[in-house]
């Protein structure tokens, strides 16, 4: 009898523990939207071609050069690669921080002083041997960059102050700062008036991976920093407790307090963390592809970043791709503008048309009625 | 206005919502309408005001047949809904919110407030609403603030007038004022649907009965020849006891000792006012009282949420004053929030996240910095079989679940450890009679098991079934105290006390 009543018990447990089937919803935003979103940005960035006098031939040579210099050949694979690098590692950490309900606009302040650390690691400790000197430097962009954002974590924590405002003044302060740095005589390369730092020693760069088939590859060990970034923050936020923690404070703050979390600690550390993805992003930028630091070397990644954190949904994988498809824009955008001489602003333009069309998921299913699960009545009823 | 449901269905996939219904609604009558969380209420109310089309079926208005092809056309047939939860804007007068939408206007889209005024006091007196048209909706009560939903429905002249679950945000006195409200809707013509799933208000307020049970009618009476215990059985399926069946408590040594505590709010007035009380464990303490006269702050404080400004809490022998939410937890400390969405669970995450949200940290579920998922899900599988609540899998957003269901997974979680004391606030609110029985039992059964439990309740009936002994709190301070140990409570004696009456 008792056998039986745990045979049963057990045969309703695994019912419970089956999962439920992947939601075809879930399909459809993570799936169908971007690529669609992707496909009218395109169109509405020929549209655009055409109103400003370009004429069809030459929007169709360059979109064929956008996927030429993107996709279309090795070179074109490591610069893509390259550029999606430091987009994806800053944009993980922005996710990470949407996660937790902090919408962190600092990644730009974040990278540029942790690029500038993992610079003055890199020139200052010469001599060391790479094994040694290439993780120290990684670790000091990684380490100001979490510092630096955990300012406007603090100042959350402690007075309430939105982090909005706040990053967005460490940026400009960062801006500034740098510019002080790259001035100061230890920084400032020997014989150059203009700010510019010293070199980064070999021993401290991130090593060329294809440099062996052809010097002009860029593609660099920063890769490989960038997939275990992924792995890393995909373990963080689904199968540890403080990430955990960070979800739950961040779809719920007050469900999140009263489960015992403590959100000043959970916004400090997921500040922290946020800042020391960025700072890492600054510190592979300059380690594997800028060898020095200058005023603004970020280009504005941190805030391209955000776009890819948004893009990607906040999830690490969704990251990667979006990363990736920023990067191979920013690549192919150099293509199109070198063999249509069409303006590589227009990439930003296209850029903004993708992050619009996904913002918009309903726009996209109006433009787009196929793929998507017709759904007439609201949800409702039995609930 | 007469309006008749002929064979109503509405599918929403394979679930049948409504299944061949038939409903007369007549001028002049309150028609109760009664049944569980998602027993399709609110389905055919939707149909009823021409947010859903129906399958088949069809509605008659005065015997002709109409088709609702959206909410507009509901409203301009005479039928209006309020709902219970209500759709103003804080910072906009009474007037402002009535006539928002459909507003009087002059010359150049002027906007005519004066004339919104004039009719707005118009409706109020003719129907004895008693609402200050230049009342600033923030400023108001709840229980205005639903009159205020009820003057935009005759703003806009309906004559049948959906009610869904009204009473739920009401404190008992503003039910009683409430309810003369509807009986002078009736008595001015008006067809009134009252939905409900509870009992005494039902009987109390209605001049015919329908109950709904799985999407179908499974009876129709007189209220005059029906009780609460037949029309439970119509809503369950099955005899519901109303009563808590409990042994004798077996009051132990003192499990939570408060004394002297005090709390200001944000005006420094006493929120906690020199709060003292004591429960032992193996009995039940209930605290009545409206709601908003400290409950809140005083779960708050003990559980460890908010520090008190003076006063000591002793739990278990040890002072916990100062302790976190978790090391309170930790001792063996339950807490069943108030608000179950805003602080008890999180929607958006799945049943099994739920369920550790407050233990993911314990060893139990993985010794390192990492949550051993498999455990904690198969952990959240057995409490799910244990306090029976139906979801088909813990993967599922806890968000999907009934309102019953939600409920039972915040007990189960809170229940289904090593516990000394249970902090229950508003265990049932909003909650259907077979989940107010269960979570009853559940309480009790760790009241038995040598707990100490500590129930708010603003529903004063609930306060009374569980009781071993009463407090009443009003304006921050315990008022009264009443031993149910020998023999009932006088439930008068507690209701003065509630409204302040021992001063």
């Not at chain 2, 015919?208 to 609460?228: N, Q, Y």
């Not at chain 2, 051993?372 to 244990?386: F, G, L, M, S, V």
Request: hydrophobic content about 45%.
């Amino acid at each position: 009898m008792s056998e039986n009543l745990n045979d049963k018990l057990d045969t309703a447990t695994q019912a419970l523990l089956q999962r439920t089937t992947r939601g075809r919803q879930d399909f459809e935003t993570l799936v169908i939207v971007p690529i669609f979103a992707v496909i009218a940005a395109l169109f509405l960035g020929g549209l655009i071609m055409l109103a400003t006098n370009v004429d069809l031939a030459t929007i169709g040579e360059s979109y064929l050069a956008l996927a030429r210099g993107s996709v279309g050949s090795l070179p074109a694979i490591s610069e893509t690669l390259t550029a999606a690098i430091p987009l994806v590692l800053a944009g993980l950490g922005l996710a990470l921080g949407f996660r937790a309900g902090l919408f962190n606009i600092g990644a730009e302040g974040q990278l540029l002083l942790g690029g500038m650390a993992a610079v003055m690691a890199g020139f200052m400790l010469e001599g060391l041997p790479w094994i040694i000197h290439l993780p120290l430097a990684l670790l000091a962009g990684a380490l100001v960059g979490a510092l630096y954002a955990s300012i406007a974590g603090w100042l959350k924590a402690s007075t309430g102050a939105h982090e909005v405002i706040s990053t967005i003044m460490l940026n400009l302060i960062s801006f500034r700062l740098l510019d002080y740095l790259l001035r100061q005589p230890f920084i400032q390369k020997e014989g150059r008036a203009d700010p510019i730092s010293k070199s980064v020693p070999d021993s401290a760069e991130l090593p060329r991976l294809l440099d062996w088939l052809d010097p002009n590859l860029r593609l660099h060990a920063g890769v490989f920093l960038m997939l275990a970034a992924v792995a890393f923050v995909y373990w963080l936020l689904f199968r540890s407790k403080i990430g955990f923690a960070f979800r739950a404070s961040g779809e719920n703050p007050h469900a999140a307090r009263y489960a015992g979390m403590r959100s000043g600690l959970i916004i400090i550390a997921a500040m922290a963390t946020a800042g020391a993805l960025a700072g890492l992003a600054g510190a592979s930028q300059v380690l594997g592809v800028l060898d020095r630091a200058t005023p603004g070397f970020s280009a504005g990644i941190g805030f391209d970043a955000i776009a890819v954190a948004l893009m990607g949904r906040s999830h690490p994988l969704g990251v990667l791709l979006a990363g990736l498809l920023f990067g191979a824009l920013e690549a192919g955008g150099r293509q199109m503008q070198v063999d249509a001489g069409v303006s590589i602003d227009l990439i930003s333009i296209i850029q903004a048309l993708i992050i619009v069309f996904i913002a918009a998921p309903l726009l996209v299913k109006a433009i787009f009625p196929w793929g998507f699960r017709q759904r007439k009545n609201a949800k409702g009823g039995s609930k | 206005m007469d309006v008749e449901l002929r064979g109503i269905t509405k599918r929403f996939g394979p679930v049948v919502a409504n299944d061949a219904i038939n409903l007369h609604i007549r001028a002049g009558e309150v028609l109760g309408l009664l049944g569980e969380n998602g027993a399709g209420k609110s389905t055919m109310m939707n149909i009823l005001s021409g947010l859903y089309t129906p399958d088949e079926g069809e509605i008659l208005i005065d015997g002709k047949s109409v088709t609702f092809e959206d909410p507009g056309d509901g409203i301009a047939a005479g039928i209006g809904m309020v709902h219970q939860h209500f759709m103003l804007v804080p910072v906009f007068t009474v007037a402002e919110n009535v006539v928002l939408g459909v507003e009087p206007t002059g010359r150049f889209d002027y906007l005519d407030l004066k004339t919104a005024r004039k009719q707005v006091r118009e409706i109020n007196d003719r129907y004895g609403l008693e609402v200050d048209p230049d009342a600033l909706i923030e400023s108001l009560p709840v229980g205005i603030q639903q009159r205020v939903e009820i003057l935009k429905v005759l703003f806009r002249s309906a004559d049948v007038i959906i009610l869904d679950e009204p009473t739920a945000v009401l404190t008992p006195q503003e039910v009683e004022d409430f309810f003369e409200i509807v009986r002078s809707l009736r008595d001015a013509g008006k067809a009134i649907v009252f939905i409900t799933h509870k009992l005494h208000e039902i009987l109390e307020i209605s001049d015919r009965i329908s109950v709904l049970r799985h999407g179908r009618i499974t009876g129709e009476g007189d209220p005059a020849k029906l009780t609460t215990e037949t029309l439970a059985e119509m809503m369950v399926g099955r005899p519901v006891s109303f009563t808590v069946d409990k042994a004798a408590p077996k009051a132990g040594a003192p499990m939570l000792t408060v004394s002297d505590l005090c709390l200001l709010d944000e005006h420094d007035d006493f929120a906690l006012d020199h709060v003292s009380l004591q429960v032992r464990s193996g009995e039940v303490v209930g605290i009545a009282g409206v709601q908003g006269n400290g409950q809140t702050e005083l779960v708050e404080a003990l559980t460890g949420l908010t520090r008190p400004a003076t006063g000591t809490i002793l739990f278990d022998g040890q002072d916990v004053t100062r302790s976190s939410v978790r090391e309170r937890h930790r001792m063996g400390m339950a807490h069943v929030p108030e608000d179950r969405l805003r602080s008890g669970m999180i929607a958006s995450f799945s049943v099994a996240e739920n369920m550790v949200l407050n233990s993911y940290y314990d060893p139990t579920y993985g010794r390192g910095l990492e949550i051993d998922w498999p455990k904690a899900q198969t952990t959240a599988a057995r409490y799910c079989i244990d306090f029976d609540v139906r979801t088909p899998s813990v993967f599922l957003p806890a968000g999907h679940l009934s309102g019953g269901n939600q409920q039972k997974m915040v007990v189960a979680r809170e229940l289904e450890r090593e516990t000394k004391l249970v902090i229950a606030s508003q265990p049932t609110r909003g909650l259907d009679v077979g989940s107010i029985e269960y979570i009853h039992e559940r309480l009790i059964e760790a009241r038995d098991e040598g707990d100490g439990v500590l129930i708010v309740s603003s529903e004063l009936d609930e306060i009374m079934g569980l009781s071993d002994r009463i407090l009443v709190m009003f304006e921050g301070r315990i008022v009264a105290e009443f031993d149910a140990t020998n023999g009932p409570v006088d439930r008068n004696a507690v209701g003065l006390a509630m409204a302040g009456a021992s001063e």
